[in-house]
């Protein structure tokens, strides 16, 4: 398996951005109903940068040791 330093240098190698954020849809920005009010908050999933590479070393930011994940820095994202 490539590591993360290699993956992350692919795609800055190609010329491509890491995959469009699923969840705000490469936004960045979520939109929500509270009550008849429309807000909008910064995306949950990608932090706001509307791309989103998951952390192949993690789910949830813990590494399997228990401690925070070194490669994502406990945020299972690497963009």
Not at 17 to 43: K, N
Not at 69 to 74: D, F, I, L, N, S
């Amino acid at each position: 398996m490539p590591t993360t330093t290699t993956i992350v240098d692919a795609y800055e190698a190609l010329g491509a951005l890491a995959p469009e954020c699923g969840m705000c849809e490469g936004s960045g920005m979520v939109t929500f109903l509270l009550g008849p009010y429309e807000h909008s908050r910064e995306c949950d999933q990608c932090h706001g940068v509307g791309r989103y590479l998951a952390c192949p070393h993690c789910t949830d930011g813990v590494a399997p040791s228990g401690d925070t994940c070194r490669t994502c820095e406990g945020f299972t994202a690497l963009v």
